[in-house]
């Protein structure tokens, strides 16, 4: 039983569409449905993405509790280290220093504590979601905890939940910061990058247009306005605002820096077709690997693009099916079957062999 969270009568009722928040009777949910109402619909969409993660049997042992569990980590422990209840794994994050809602560290919810790698898959979400859950009642950390869900929610597919977190994040932090600040900046790049997402291009232009132009925000902003610009068929400005991205990465971050990898594969998915597109791909897969490893999330979205890129080719058609068949698997160990990651593996490799 839980307490109604409206007169703290204990009940066993809970909202049937979220079945996240306790009310005793329909009056408590009828007076809280103003407040409840957004958060119902998020509440709805997390527990529609897990529902694609539930065990089948058990796998491993937690390394918490030292007991049976089939929920991994998708990150990349190896044998039965990754293994974990999602319950161990919040308390863990609880107890860690600067966990959220006591610090603004994040990643003592979002970080494996054994291989320092994010989390993937339904319990990098659910994790995420508890984070939210447990910050809500104080603004500003609720809006850090709201922009780390909103982007776990769309990489899922959920992009109107994801569209409304990221807009109210970003109007808490330029109300509490200002509009300069550079984690509002840091808001505006992730609400624009969720609108191309969506397909609203020209709305995530006008934003990236006022971003900063100096620092990582900077560099960030314009690898993401570059993507946008070629979504829209503007791949003359793209490739300059890609090179411009790449240089700056290169120069004050380095060349195994995540932003140089990434401007790096941005600018090679403008320039393809081409052979300095290849030698662009081939030499940013090589360094994600080499930096990251072959199974972490963005090595396999680097493989992914330019698997596509050279299957585009007649000549490299067999090459590209074959590192998307390497990345498809790897994807299915890493975020699991269902993942919409790996299901757009799926579709892309069915897709390929069959034309």
């Known amino acids: 039983m839980k307490a109604c969270v409206v007169c703290g009568a204990m009940t066993r009722k809970r909202c049937g569409r979220c079945s996240a928040w306790s009310f005793c009777s329909?009056?408590?949910?009828?007076a809280e449905w103003p407040r409840h109402k957004e958060a119902c619909r998020i509440e709805a969409a997390i527990a529609g993405c897990l529902r694609r993660f539930e065990p089948k049997r058990s796998m491993g042992q937690?390394?918490?509790?030292?007991?049976?569990?089939?929920s991994h980590g998708g990150c990349s422990c190896r044998g039965d280290a990754g293994w974990v209840h999602v319950a161990c794994a919040t308390r863990v994050a609880r107890t860690s220093p600067g966990a959220l809602p006591g610090g603004m560290d994040s990643e003592a919810w979002l970080v494996c504590k054994t291989c320092k790698q994010l989390y993937a898959g339904g319990l990098e979400l659910a994790l995420?979601?508890?984070?939210?859950r447990e910050c809500c009642g104080d603004e500003v950390k609720e809006a850090y905890a709201s922009a780390s869900l909103a982007a776990r929610l769309r990489s899922h597919g959920c992009l109107r939940e994801a569209l409304g977190l990221s807009r109210k994040s970003r109007q808490v932090f330029?109300?509490?910061?200002?509009?300069?600040?550079?984690r509002t900046h840091m808001a505006t790049v992730a609400l624009a990058?969720?609108?191309a997402g969506a397909g609203n291009a020209r709305e995530a232009c006008?934003?990236?247009?006022?971003?900063?132009?100096?620092g990582i925000p900077g560099i960030e902003a314009r690898i993401q306005y570059a993507d946008c610009l070629r979504t829209l068929g503007e791949t003359i400005e793209a490739e300059k605002v890609g090179r411009e991205a790449l240089g700056e990465s290169e120069r004050c971050l380095g060349q195994d820096h995540d932003l140089t990898l990434a401007a790096e594969s941005s600018l090679a998915a403008t320039l393809a077709p081409s052979e300095e597109s290849e030698a662009l791909f081939e030499d940013a897969l090589a360094r994600r690997r080499r930096v990251f490893g072959p199974d972490h999330q963005e090595t396999l979205a680097v493989a992914r693009n330019f698997a596509t890129s050279l299957a585009t080719a007649a000549a490299g058609k067999g090459r590209g099916i074959a590192l998307l068949r390497d990345t498809y698997r790897r994807s299915q160990r890493t975020h699991g079957a269902n993942h919409p990651r790996t299901l757009?593996?799926?579709a892309v490799l069915a897709r390929l062999e069959i034309s």
Request: aromatic letters at 10%; hydrophobic letters at 40%.
């Open 128 to 132: 995420c979601a508890q984070m939210w």
């Open 62 to 70: 937690c390394w918490v509790c030292l007991e049976e569990t089939s």
């Open 193 to 195: 990058s969720l609108l």
């Open 174 to 182: 330029s109300r509490t910061f200002g509009a300069n600040h550079e």
């Open 26 to 30: 329909i009056e408590c949910q009828k």
């Open 344 to 346: 757009d593996l799926a």
């Open 206 to 214: 006008a934003l990236y247009r006022g971003a900063p132009v100096g």
